[in-house]
């Protein structure tokens, strides 16, 4: 009898998991390995959550030779390409209408990349990754020309071949897509002409378009470039052409003046990150010229090895962002008294992240008076670099999270190997959450 009632309760808590799956809600506080990982608790959860787990397609090669073609006999070369896409189109048929996310990597696909989207004709998001990967810009226009549905183009680590005219090869990227994120693309071609004869290109080299063309319907924006020696920096133009642009992730290295003047003109923006993780810096001759950006509520500056005489132009670019209630920067132990001013300047500030450039047992003194600050987050730090007797004067903090940057995680090495909790002492208000890649306390 105990048996039955007990799995009358556990049958009546699956069924509140899935009226809770069946809120839209939380598929956006879940990221798509969560909700696949949960969608194993049962039938109906797998079955209400079926449509978001097919909607994303990984796509390469050697996956479609291993599992299409040469399941038996081992054999990794492709004999057959037309063969290869009937088959990977009858695989996916009955789940096409699902795909709107395709992501593609090394290497080609033949006969051409554009054949194999063609069956998804829900497709609104396409990411180029890995750095092996390498594509025609004549075979990526023709998915951009041809696929009028996709909203979100990443281009990532991939390299970009032209058998075109360079003076008129160009990116045809679509005026309605909503995000756009082009990081550490390589040109062979351009670089080959450019080493050859650099007054044979034009501005902006493959993203000249960028100059012309409006984007009126363009969210979001990242661009990085892989080489300093050969950079097209269409950001400005990005910027100038894309007046409803909310998130703008950009190196520091591709700023100037100008940049900020655009920045300052897009009434939307609400949220930028900075990099500086080569080394290269933001290019101002004044940074008491930048104007106040009162829409920004979002800020991430990311940064290595700071000069002492670079410091305070640290402060004096957080100061022109009054309205912040987010802000993560890059710590370096020189740059604690510059960023104590700022933060008692960010009246509204809620949450703050420092990342460590990298793990030590110096002590971090944050003693201060706050009263804006609820999320505290420390990336690469040690629990006995921190004394918690300085939060006493925070008086709106509710959580401190200590956690492991990513390229630590990716070598499975588990947060209590650098944090450990074992024997610390912790003011009794706070108690502690020990997950694998990080702990967090918080006050009950």
Same mark, same amino acid.
């Given at each position: 009898m105990k048996s039955s009632r007990l799995l009358i309760q556990q049958n009546k808590y699956i069924k509140d998991w899935v009226i809770i799956f069946k809120l839209d809600?939380?598929?956006?506080?879940?990221?798509?390995t969560e909700l696949r990982s949960l969608s194993l608790v049962c039938k109906s959860i797998y079955y209400?959550?079926?449509?978001?787990?097919?909607?994303?397609?990984?796509?390469?090669? !050697?996956?479609?030779?291993?599992?299409?073609?040469?399941?038996?006999?081992?054999?990794?070369? #492709?004999?057959?390409?037309?063969?290869?896409?009937?088959? /990977?189109?009858?695989?996916?048929?009955?789940?096409?209408?699902?795909?709107?996310?395709?992501?593609?990597?090394? !290497?080609?696909?033949?006969?051409d990349p554009y054949l194999y989207l063609t069956i998804f004709e829900n497709l609104k998001k396409l990411h180029f990754y890995q750095p092996r990967t390498k594509i025609n810009l004549t075979s990526i226009n023709l998915i951009l020309t041809t696929l009028p549905s996709i909203l979100e183009l990443t281009l990532e680590d991939i390299i970009i071949e032209s058998d075109q005219n360079l003076g008129t090869s160009e990116l045809l990227l679509p005026s309605t897509l909503s995000k756009l994120c082009i990081n550490n693309c390589r040109w062979p071609d351009y670089y080959r002409v450019f080493s050859q004869n650099s007054l044979y290109f034009p501005n902006l080299g493959p993203y000249s378009i960028a100059m012309t063309q409006k984007f009126s319907q363009l969210a979001i924006f990242e661009y990085s470039s892989p080489s300093s020696s050969l950079n097209f920096n269409p950001i400005n133009s990005f910027l100038e052409n894309s007046p409803k642009l909310e998130i703008l992730k950009i190196e520091a290295g591709h700023i100037n003046q100008q940049t900020f003047t655009l920045i300052d003109r897009l009434a939307y923006l609400k949220s930028i990150e900075f990099n500086s993780l080569d080394g290269s810096d933001i290019e101002v001759d004044d940074f008491y010229r930048i104007p106040s950006f009162l829409t920004i509520t979002g800020l991430s500056y990311?940064?290595?090895?700071?000069? #002492?005489?670079?410091? !305070?132009?640290?402060?004096?670019?957080?100061?022109?962002?009054?309205?912040?209630?987010? +802000?993560?920067?890059?710590?370096?132990?020189?740059?604690?008294?510059?960023?104590? $001013?700022?933060?008692?300047? +960010?009246?509204?500030?809620?949450?703050?992240? #420092?990342?460590?450039?990298?793990?030590?047992? $110096?002590?971090?003194?944050?003693? +201060?008076?706050?009263?804006?600050?609820? %999320?505290?987050?420390?990336?690469?730090?040690?629990?006995?670099?921190?004394? /918690?007797?300085?939060?006493?004067?925070?008086?709106?903090?509710?959580?401190?999270?200590?956690?492991?940057?990513?390229?630590?995680?990716? +070598?499975?090495?588990?947060?209590?190997?650098?944090?450990?909790?074992?024997?610390?002492?912790?003011?009794?208000?706070?108690?502690?959450?020990?997950? $694998? %890649?990080?702990?967090?306390?918080?006050?009950?």
């Amino acid at each position: 009898m105990k048996s039955s009632r007990l799995l009358i309760q556990q049958n009546k808590y699956i069924k509140d998991w899935v009226i809770i799956f069946k809120l839209d809600e939380i598929h956006s506080l879940l990221n798509y390995t969560e909700l696949r990982s949960l969608s194993l608790v049962c039938k109906s959860i797998y079955y209400k959550l079926r449509p978001f787990l097919l909607s994303q397609v990984y796509i390469s090669l !050697p996956a479609l030779l291993k599992n299409l073609v040469n399941k038996e006999s081992g054999n990794t070369k #492709l004999e057959d390409p037309d063969d290869l896409l009937n088959r /990977f189109n009858t695989s996916v048929n009955y789940i096409s209408k699902y795909v709107e996310s395709v992501h593609i990597k090394q !290497p080609p696909l033949f006969p051409d990349p554009y054949l194999y989207l063609t069956i998804f004709e829900n497709l609104k998001k396409l990411h180029f990754y890995q750095p092996r990967t390498k594509i025609n810009l004549t075979s990526i226009n023709l998915i951009l020309t041809t696929l009028p549905s996709i909203l979100e183009l990443t281009l990532e680590d991939i390299i970009i071949e032209s058998d075109q005219n360079l003076g008129t090869s160009e990116l045809l990227l679509p005026s309605t897509l909503s995000k756009l994120c082009i990081n550490n693309c390589r040109w062979p071609d351009y670089y080959r002409v450019f080493s050859q004869n650099s007054l044979y290109f034009p501005n902006l080299g493959p993203y000249s378009i960028a100059m012309t063309q409006k984007f009126s319907q363009l969210a979001i924006f990242e661009y990085s470039s892989p080489s300093s020696s050969l950079n097209f920096n269409p950001i400005n133009s990005f910027l100038e052409n894309s007046p409803k642009l909310e998130i703008l992730k950009i190196e520091a290295g591709h700023i100037n003046q100008q940049t900020f003047t655009l920045i300052d003109r897009l009434a939307y923006l609400k949220s930028i990150e900075f990099n500086s993780l080569d080394g290269s810096d933001i290019e101002v001759d004044d940074f008491y010229r930048i104007p106040s950006f009162l829409t920004i509520t979002g800020l991430s500056y990311k940064f290595i090895k700071k000069s #002492l005489q670079t410091l !305070p132009n640290i402060e004096l670019l957080l100061i022109h962002f009054p309205n912040l209630t987010s +802000l993560s920067i890059s710590f370096e132990k020189p740059i604690l008294p510059y960023l104590k $001013r700022v933060i008692k300047i +960010l009246v509204k500030l809620e949450s703050l992240e #420092l990342v460590n450039g990298c793990i030590e047992n $110096r002590a971090l003194p944050l003693k +201060l008076i706050n009263r804006s600050i609820i %999320h505290l987050s420390l990336v690469n730090f040690k629990l006995n670099q921190l004394n /918690f007797e300085d939060f006493d004067k925070w008086y709106a903090l509710k959580s401190i999270k200590f956690e492991l940057a990513s390229f630590i995680t990716k +070598l499975g090495l588990p947060i209590g190997r650098i944090v450990n909790l074992n024997g610390f002492k912790v003011n009794e208000n706070w108690k502690a959450i020990d997950y $694998r %890649h990080c702990i967090r306390f918080y006050k009950e």
